[in-house]
């Protein structure tokens, strides 16, 4: 069965920090693809970044950044130079490409991100 | 409009009503999810269904039943609502060609229980 886990429940930081946000996860597929969405305070779940897993590319995009690891089974999610609107929710999920997991996303708990200015 | 939609969007309701929440999309997509979120325990699969003809559980189903009534309708249902199914509920949809990475989400319905 796969799991995501996001063992930082909960983060604080002060304006212009960078900050981590871990995500491991566990499955017996080969084929899987890793997703980050950010949940604002209004609620709506936004599609951040995907993933596939023969793509250990780290990727960047503007302050955010990820970094995909095989080896340790993680897909860090990097946020440089943090402004009071990235305060939100970030999940951390997973999708197989086969077996009775087929097309189900599984989720981390959730890490609560708070920037304060 | 939005390619998923959720109705309602909030909704109190009293303990032991029947309660329906809704989902329609406009993306062509065959798969169609619902999904409940709950503080520090991220979003869990309710029930999933791949065509019209075919409804799965998922892993906290006990207390739902849904009903496919088309393509691009998926309505998740609470027969008779207790509060510790207070939530905000996600309704989400994939493609079968895309399946394990292309989705794509409702704006969620918070549902509070009385």
């Known amino acids: 069965a796969q799991k995501v886990t996001q063992a930082q429940t909960e983060i604080s930081v002060v304006e212009k920090e960078d900050v981590t946000l871990d995500c491991v996860y566990e499955?017996?597929?080969?084929?899987?693809?890793l997703f980050w969405y950010k949940q604002p305070p209004s609620g709506e779940l936004v599609f951040l970044i995907r993933r596939n897993s023969f793509d250990e590319q780290n990727e960047i995009s503007g302050r955010y950044s990820w970094n995909f690891q095989k080896s340790t089974s993680s897909f860090n999610f990097t946020i440089t130079a943090s402004q009071v609107v990235d305060s939100a929710v970030y999940f951390c999920a997973l999708s197989e490409a086969r077996g009775t997991s087929y097309g189900k996303l599984t989720f981390g708990q959730g890490t609560i991100l708070t920037v304060h200015p | 409009d939005a390619d998923v939609t959720q109705t309602p969007r909030n909704r109190i309701t009293k303990t032991g009503k029947r309660i329906m929440l809704e989902c329609s999309q406009t993306?062509?997509?065959?798969?169609m999810y619902w999904y409940r979120q709950d503080p520090g325990l991220g979003l869990r699969l309710i029930y999933y269904s791949f065509d019209v003809k075919d409804i799965n559980k998922g892993e906290i189903s006990d207390g739902y039943s849904v009903s496919r009534q088309a393509q691009a309708k998926f309505s998740l249902s609470l027969e008779s609502a207790i509060p510790n199914q207070t939530a905000l509920y996600f309704c989400?949809?994939?493609?079968?060609?895309?399946?394990?990475?292309?989705?794509?989400f409702g704006s969620g319905t918070r549902l509070t229980v009385v």
């Open positions: 499955t017996r597929d080969t084929t899987y693809y």
């Open positions: 993306k062509g997509h065959d798969r």
């Open positions: 989400a949809t994939s493609d079968r060609r895309t399946g394990y990475y292309g989705y794509t």
